[in-house]
């Protein structure tokens, strides 16, 4: 009999073998309950800040439960500029908690060094993906808070599959 | 001293060379020009007349082989910006610290330090202040590479 | 013969069938009083509160707990786990003692003993124990801090809350929650809060055991525990997930205990304030209005001062109290 | 009851060490502060600094006077107009260029404009750092508007680099007037209003009165200029006494408040809210028509060498930049000097004896934009 590998096990059993939903169950809870951690660098802080507040109103997606502590927070929002000063802090915040978590690096300074990058710098770090991972990346400079909510539908688009709304095209 | 308004004239400290400049064009008031080991004695005077220390920041004069020191100071009652300047040599810039006159000055003197490498003699911390706690480099030096 | 079956089968039967449902009740009223808190809260700030979860944000509170119980469990490198992890658990056990014994109507109450209110208050202490042990045992000094503060706010406020405490015994003869509630019937004048007769100043003695009640339960302007621009997240900071989650569910069964204490003592508890239809209906909605209070409050005001907390159990509340107990010790003597 | 004695040497009290930051919610971004406290008392409380520095300087001498107009607005972002101006002015008063009256009430109204907005976010925040959540939203809802201002006339939400060399990106609009209009009659009851809400909260004032005082010596002894020496009762204001643009034609105050403590500065705030609602009306009323650029911006500016100095009063404080220029495209110096760290500075010496609470209270009225402070 030839070998065969995992994959292939799994597909011919599917007809006969059902898993259990639990998967998609927990992705759904993660996806709709992301509380991001209080935590603002710079410029982008302040349009995080403003997409909690009234008008955008991130509590909508039940978001908008900002967690002072790491070890209770789902989420990290890096959102500004991070410096090799602040690198290892970064860092520590991150692996302080709780898996499972995302990332999303709102604005060009966290996805790449933004403005503040050119030849001979010597404070930034050219993308916080250097890190750790990041699921999510927010261009702008710095992004409107739509961006951050699109953001957001984003990573709950990559932990449940479904897409919420449909995306609007501008006409 | 010559020349500037007399009403200005008279609050500046007597024993500083100050020579007006053209406010419209510059944005400052009188300069003043003095040897590196007057900044202390200079500093002690502005206070005394009731000045406010702006700002302290350094120029490197690479060309020159100089490092510039400029103080800025300001007064709160009226429109009257003075800037002392001390020159020093560059490969030794050493210059005594106004920490001790203006307890302000402490922060403005770490920043210069961190970016020129100008050390202030009798400054009690010149630990980086805005460069990571293990850095040695200078980065406004004009010969500075990353 | 039957007296023994009935003492070994029935009545414990009962005792677990009341425990499940009080458990279930507080659940439900914890998750779900976050969604009302989070709601209420989005009302306040012109803002809609969670929608996208459900109808109105309903499942929100579900998906909450699926997340948090899903979470990772840090114990923290150098804490003292076995602390750390019991101080959860500790917490949620006072208020579930004491919602056994709460009268909800004339015959539902999980426990009917004539001494219910000596039980809420003896063990009334168990969950700032618990707050306390979370804390030091995080070995963070925010969580340290933030301990001490529970315990001397604790010990402070205990003080007036028992002194209203005992007037109310004094006034009402009794320690039974629902003889208590049963001297209340007629409408809303025979509540404990109108009984001038006997307690001229019985509305202070509400406020005060209010207010004690807002400050044992770390709720805000009183929320020195979990100060969250101070002290990050306070005795909880090192909790991660259900760790966390249980605290927070227990500072809204404390406040459901608390609101139903004083719904008791108070407010007639489930007598209806215009005398008929009595029953559980009354109860809940008298209870809910003083927990929407506190909600209220919470979104309204800024934190106090941790002196000025201080201050004001011991320069204000403690001498009120205390001189209402000797005034009704006195009309209830003279009269 | 607010401060406590300083601990005598050799008692054997033990103090720790807190450290708050570079992540905590009172510090408004990676501020870092290690402090020794005595129980509850903060023996000594250091600020440590650059942990979002960005090199501004050094990027200040490796791009032109254009190329770095842009970085103007992300220094302080939340008062990106006036930190905008204040390099522009510098360059138009080094390359004697003359900026239209047309523009100059425009600077005006959008620098005013946005020094709301600024302080409605320190309003917020600061409620925030006494616990009171609800503020903060209060003040975003009216801040937006604001945005919605300066977005349809500039294009941006928060770094806008409206200002050019010479005058401004474009010119305003009806649509902006009028509804420049509308914001200062809606906004006017909205202070009002939180004025009786908020400030007159018997909480907030036992919070904010006779805690943190600074006195105005402290202040010149540490450069702390805007709010903070308001608060302390010295008028200085850098619209006022160093007048710069169209400020001269405004009748408005700069409010100042003898007490010193907490509640003054908020206090400062607050009426300064008002005065730049006053500078707003009377911008639009006196707004001329013409053009909103100079003639004859040369496309290469160089600047004649030499040092030049411009000061703005920004929403924290003097702001003032000093180029020195070594008669190239590319400026030889940028310094900028920045009102936070000069207010921050003072901090340490502030917050001695206090109680942890009472100084995170100190620390949010003096308003403090991090980035600022590191550039």
Redesign the interface.
């Known amino acids: 009999m030839e070998p065969q590998n995992d994959a292939q096990i799994l597909k011919d059993c599917s007809p006969y073998v059902k898993f259990a939903k639990l998967d998609e ?2 992705a ?3 996806a ?2 992301l509380w991001p ?7 982008c ?3 995080m ?2 997409a909690g ?3 955008f ?1 991130l ?4 978001a ?2 900002f ?6 927070a ?1 989420l990290m929002i890096v959102a ?2 991070v ?4 690198a290892l ?1 970064v860092k520590t ?1 991150y692996d ?1 908690m ?3 978590k995302w990332v999303i690096a709102m604005g060009n300074c966290a996805i790449s060094g933004g ?2 990058v ?1 030849p ?5 770090i050219e993308g916080v993906d250097k890190l750790f991972p990041v699921d999510v990346y927010i261009p702008g ?2 992004p ?1 808070p739509e961006a951050l909510i699109e953001g957001l539908l984003k990573l709950e688009e990559k932990l449940t599959g479904k897409r ?1 709304w449909p995306v609007v095209t501008p006409q | 001293m010559a020349g500037g308004d007399p009403a200005m004239n008279a609050k500046l400290p007597p024993s500083i060379p100050f020579q007006p400049v053209d406010y419209a064009a510059k944005g400052c008031h009188f300069e003043a020009v003095i040897a590196p080991d007057k900044v202390v004695e200079a500093a002690a005077l502005l206070d005394g007349a009731g000045f406010v220390l702006d700002t302290i920041t350094g120029v490197d004069w690479m060309a020159e082989g100089q490092m510039e020191v400029i103080y800025d100071f300001f007064r709160l009652e009226e429109a009257l910006r003075v800037a002392v300047r001390a020159r020093i040599p560059r490969d030794n810039p050493e210059i005594a610290t106004i920490s001790g006159v203006y307890p302000g000055a402490n922060w403005h003197e770490r920043e210069t330090h961190d970016f020129f490498g100008i050390r202030f003699a009798g400054h009690p911390d010149l630990t980086p202040f805005l460069l990571p706690e293990d850095a040695t480099y200078h980065p406004l030096r004009k010969d500075f590479v990353a | 013969m039957k007296n023994l079956l009935h003492m070994l089968l029935a009545e414990p039967f009962r005792l677990v069938l009341a425990l499940l449902v009080i458990m279930s009740f507080v659940g439900l009223n914890a998750a779900y009083l976050v969604w009302v808190e989070r709601k209420g809260a989005g009302r306040f700030q012109r803002r809609p509160g969670p929608t996208e979860v459900g109808y109105a944000g309903l499942i929100q509170p579900i998906v909450d707990a699926i997340k948090l119980l899903s979470k990772q469990l840090i114990v923290p490198d150098g804490v003292d786990a076995t602390l750390f992890r019991a101080a959860p658990l500790v917490v949620m056990v006072p208020s579930l003692i004491g919602l056994a014994v709460i009268p909800y109507s004339d015959k539902l109450v999980g426990r009917d003993i004539n001494v219910g209110l000596l039980l809420i208050f003896a063990l009334g202490s168990i969950n700032v124990m618990a707050i306390m042990l979370g804390g030091w045992s995080s070995r963070n000094k925010y969580a340290i801090i933030s301990a001490a503060r529970v315990v001397s706010q604790n010990v402070a406020y205990e003080i007036p809350t028992l002194l209203v405490v005992i007037t109310m015994i004094m006034v009402t003869g009794s320690m039974d929650l629902n003889e208590i509630v049963r001297q209340q019937a007629g409408g809303f004048w025979r509540w404990n809060l109108f009984r001038w007769d006997v307690n001229p100043l019985a509305p202070v003695t509400f406020l005060i055991l209010y207010v004690c009640m807002l400050a044992e339960t770390n709720r805000s302007p009183f929320d020195m525990a979990e100060a969250e621009s101070e002290l990050v997240a306070g005795a909880y900071t090192e909790y991660s997930g259900m760790g966390f989650g249980v605290f927070f569910m227990a500072e809204y069964a404390n406040i459901l205990l608390g609101c139903s204490v004083a719904t008791v003592l108070f407010l007639g508890g489930w007598q209806s304030p215009v005398g008929i239809w009595s029953g559980l209906f009354w109860f809940l909605a008298k209870m809910y209005f003083l927990i929407f209070s506190v909600i209220w409050i919470r979104w309204t005001f800024p934190r106090t001062q941790f002196y000025g907390l201080l201050n004001l159990s011991w320069k204000i509340l403690i001498p009120v109290s205390l001189f209402t107990l000797i005034l009704s010790s006195a009309m209830l003597k003279i009269f | 009851m607010t401060t406590a004695e300083a601990i005598p040497a050799g008692t054997g009290r033990e103090t720790f060490v807190l450290n708050l930051g570079p992540q905590h919610p009172a510090t408004h971004g990676v501020l870092r502060v290690k402090m020794t406290m005595d129980g509850e008392y903060v023996a000594r409380a250091e600020p440590v600094c650059g942990y979002i520095h960005r090199m501004q300087e050094k990027m200040g001498e490796n791009r032109t006077y254009a190329q770095f107009l842009p970085n103007t607005s992300r220094i302080d972002y939340l008062s990106a107009m006036t930190y905008t101006h204040a390099f522009v002015g510098a360059i138009e008063r080094a390359a004697k260029l003359t900026v239209p009256p047309r523009a100059e009430y425009i600077r005006v109204i959008t620098s005013e404009l946005n020094r709301i907005s600024s302080h409605l976010v320190w309003w917020g925040a600061f409620l925030l750092d006494l616990g009171g959540f609800t503020p903060l939203l209060y003040a975003f809802d009216d801040r937006e508007k604001i945005l919605d201002l300066l977005e349809g006339i500039t294009g941006s939400r928060l770094t806008y680099s409206y200002y050019r060399i010479g005058g401004l990106y474009n010119d305003v609009d009806d649509t902006f007037v009028k509804g420049t209009r509308q914001f200062v009659a809606q906004m006017r009851p909205r202070l009002k209003m939180y004025r009786e809400l908020v400030t007159e909260n018997i909480i907030l004032r036992k919070r904010l009165i006779g805690i943190g005082p600074i006195r105005a010596e402290l202040c010149r002894k540490y450069g702390a200029t805007g709010p903070v020496i308001r608060g302390s009762g010295v008028g200085y204001d850098v619209r006022k006494i160093e007048p710069y643009s169209v400020y001269p034609e405004m009748d408005f105050i700069a409010p100042a408040f003898p007490e010193g403590d907490s509640m003054a500065r908020y206090l400062v705030r607050m009426e300064e809210m008002a005065q730049s609602l006053r500078i707003i009306e009377q911008g639009l009323d006196k707004l001329p028509a013409g053009p909103v650029m100079a003639e004859k911006v040369p496309r290469v500016l160089k600047l004649p060498a030499g040092d030049y100095c411009y000061a703005v009063e920004a929403a924290r404080g003097r702001f003032a930049v000093r180029i020195v220029s070594d008669g190239k495209e590319i400026p030889y110096r940028v310094k900028l000097r920045s009102p936070s760290l000069s207010n921050l500075s003072l901090f340490e010496e502030a917050s001695r004896g206090m109680l942890l609470p009472d100084a995170l209270a100190l620390m949010g009225s003096l308003d403090l934009v991090i980035p600022d402070i590191d550039r």
């Open positions: 169950l927990l759904l809870g993660r709709n309950s951690l209080t935590f603002g660098l710079a410029c802080a302040i349009e800040m403003a507040a009234s008008r109103d509590a909508r997606f039940g908008e439960v967690r002072p502590s790491p070890r209770q789902d500004g500029t410096n090799k000063k602040m802090a915040l302080q709780a898996e499972p403005p503040f050119f001979g710098q010597y404070a930034v400079c710095p409107r919420r």
